[in-house]
């Protein structure tokens, strides 16, 4: 656990020397990592990790049921595809989102 918490740390001061130290060095007074493309770049990774896992929670769920009782595989996958479908425009709409935050800066 000590490890974790050693590589955490260190991923921290990373990210912070990054944004802090490259803010100070440009010349125009803008830089991709700060502001709201730094946020807008995190934001969207954590999208994704939230689909992922919204994906995997769908289809873990879907698989048991249809061992646990064969006979309704088919509803389990229809709902399945529809809830897939539900969550991936919803994935799309925060990512645009997110692009669109990036840009705007």
Same mark, same amino acid.
């Given at each position: *656990?000590?490890l &974790?918490?050693? &590589?955490?740390?260190?991923?921290?001061?990373?990210?912070?020397? *990054?944004?802090?130290? &490259?803010?100070?060095?440009? !010349?125009?007074?803008?830089?991709?990592?700060?502001?709201?493309?730094?946020?807008?770049?995190?934001?969207?990774?954590?999208? =994704?990790?939230?689909?992922?896992?919204?994906?995997?929670? =769908?289809?873990?769920?879907?698989?048991?049921?249809m061992?646990? !009782?064969?006979?309704?595989? @088919?509803? &389990? !996958?229809?709902? *399945?595809i529809?809830?897939?479908?539900?969550?991936?425009?919803?994935?799309?709409? @925060?990512? =645009?989102?997110? =692009?669109?935050?990036?840009?705007?800066?």
């Amino acid at each position: *656990m000590n490890l &974790v918490k050693n &590589v955490g740390f260190f991923g921290l001061a990373l990210l912070s020397a *990054m944004v802090f130290s &490259v803010t100070g060095f440009a !010349q125009d007074g803008h830089s991709p990592f700060s502001g709201s493309s730094m946020g807008a770049g995190i934001g969207a990774g954590l999208v =994704i990790i939230g689909a992922a896992l919204g994906f995997g929670k =769908i289809g873990s769920a879907a698989l048991e049921s249809m061992a646990r !009782q064969p006979e309704t595989a @088919a509803r &389990v !996958q229809t709902a *399945m595809i529809v809830i897939g479908a539900l969550l991936e425009g919803a994935t799309f709409f @925060a990512l =645009i989102v997110c =692009i669109l935050v990036s840009l705007k800066s």
